[in-house]
């Protein structure tokens, strides 16, 4: 079974760093990408990057030049780095994964979240 867990989250002030990280556990045979994705109070959930494997990294016009993804596939694991932060990043943030297992089949699988408060 395939989990993913985040951490990192917390209250940080407009401005400052910080960084979200994703462990996945559970049997894959293919990863085809890894990603995070946020929730603001009321709204919908929104993709902030993603990672293609073997392909490019895209994010959301919002956090350019600010967040940053990285992912350690020798230890399925990923990380955002979110630099100068604002009020509007404010969100429960989720760690997404696009696999194929070893039964075959292709799944879309998602953490739990993690909240990220940003005061002003």
């Known amino acids: 079974q395939v989990q993913l867990m985040e951490s990192g989250g917390g209250l940080v002030q407009a401005g400052e760093s910080l960084t979200l990280a994703c462990v996945v556990s559970g049997s894959i045979f293919k990863t085809y990408s890894m990603g995070w994705y946020r929730q603001g109070l009321g709204k919908q959930r929104d993709m902030v990057a993603v990672?293609?494997?073997?392909?490019?990294?895209y994010y959301a016009d919002s956090v350019k030049g600010r967040f940053t993804i990285s992912r350690d596939d020798a230890n399925n694991a990923m990380t955002l780095q979110m630099n100068s932060l604002k009020p509007e990043d404010t969100a429960v943030y989720y760690c997404?994964?696009?696999?194929?297992?070893?039964?075959?089949?292709?799944?879309?699988?998602w953490g739990q979240g993690t909240q990220v408060t940003v005061s002003s």
């Open positions: 990672e293609i494997t073997g392909g490019n990294s």
């Open positions: 997404n994964l696009v696999a194929r297992v070893p039964d075959g089949s292709v799944d879309t699988y």
